[in-house]
């Protein structure tokens, strides 16, 4: 059985991949914004191991949330679940684009990395020249692509790591909002497919998929300049370097 953390676990499509996984028979570690909601989550999947919490805003608190995984030892997959959408561009910047960025460089490296991008990153920039954590002109599209983008440099660096990224779809979660019309079980069963699957689809990286299938992306996404560009932006700002 695989062990797998998963970021922004305590709802939505976090906590239903968590629900399936550990249904499944997998150790899954949950991670939530503050103790409340990490104590509502626990209780949602009560098999899971103990919830670790940590304000994805806050670059402290995310580099000591990669520390409190790393203690807990190896991990077969990450899921890179947590998002925000209708609130602040510095929120969107910090949550959406540095927080992965800071887990994935500082985590112990696992065999699997996910990541959740969006269909909207289509119409995201890289917006390098706003690039600051006091920014007001990061939109969440392009927080998307910068999360694709991310998962491709995963890829190309890291050959022994399966990196993918992940459109969900446009589904009823509380971010999504009830009238969403996508498939919402198609929605997570992605992220648990790629975490945990065997068949050679699966097994791949440097891919985008939607709903366990490969899509078309903004190819910005595989320009390496700007991938370089991104990975040294996120060091200026986070302190925290990438590791080769």
């Not at 945990?196 to 097994?203: F, I, L, P, Q, V």
């Amino acid at each position: 059985m695989a062990r797998i953390f998963i970021t922004g676990s305590a709802d939505g499509l976090g906590l239903l991949a968590a629900k399936a996984l550990a249904a499944e028979g997998h150790n899954v570690v949950l991670h939530a914004r503050n103790p409340a909601r990490g104590t509502e989550a626990k209780r949602k999947v009560p098999t899971a191991e103990p919830v670790l919490t940590a304000d994805l805003s806050d670059i402290e608190a995310t580099k000591q949330l990669a520390a409190e995984v790393n203690d807990l030892g190896s991990f077969d997959a990450v899921i890179h679940n947590a998002g925000v959408y209708q609130v602040s561009s510095q929120l969107i910047f910090a949550v959406n684009t540095l927080a992965p960025y800071i887990l994935t460089s500082l985590i112990q490296r696992p065999e699997r990395l996910i990541y959740l991008s969006s269909g909207m990153h289509l119409q995201g920039r890289p917006n390098f020249e706003n690039f600051n954590v006091n920014s007001g002109r990061i939109s969440y599209s392009d927080s998307k692509l910068h999360v694709l983008m991310l998962s491709m440099a995963v890829a190309r660096k890291w050959p022994g790591v399966y990196s993918n990224t992940i459109d969900p779809g446009w589904v009823p979660t509380k971010m999504g909002g009830r009238g969403a019309p996508d498939n919402l079980q198609k929605g997570y069963e992605t992220q648990v497919w790629l975490a945990t699957g065997n068949d050679s689809n699966a097994r791949v990286s440097g891919h985008y998929f939607h709903h366990k299938k490969q899509r078309a992306y903004n190819t910005a996404a595989d320009d390496i300049t700007l991938q370089e560009k991104l990975l040294q932006l996120c060091e200026t700002i986070t302190g925290v370097a990438f590791p080769q």
